[in-house]
């Protein structure tokens, strides 16, 4: 496999790449930037280090657009609907 960017696994992961920069930084893993590529080893280690944290992220993410499509059916004039 080849490298991956930081800034590329903080996307899919769901957060900044500032946040991944200090979880990375946390398990001494050497990174320099967002720009910085990762040998697949700590890419691995980052996914199995982080699955907790991005599985409540996905939770959260999940919740709010469920929370979001709840507010816009109620803020829909009955009359917008089509049936």
Do not use: N
Not at 30 to 45: F, G, I, N, T
Not at 48 to 76: D, G, N, P, Y
């Amino acid at each position: 496999m080849a490298k991956v960017r930081v800034s590329t696994l903080a996307k899919e992961f769901g957060m900044t790449s500032k946040e991944l920069m200090g979880h990375l930084a946390e398990m001494k893993i050497p990174a320099k930037s967002a720009s910085s590529a990762l040998e697949d080893a700590y890419v691995a280690m980052v996914r199995k280090q982080l699955a907790s944290v991005i599985e409540a992220r996905a939770q959260e993410v999940e919740a709010a657009k469920q929370a979001e499509e709840q507010a816009s059916l109620i803020t829909t004039p009955l009359w917008c609907m089509v049936v």
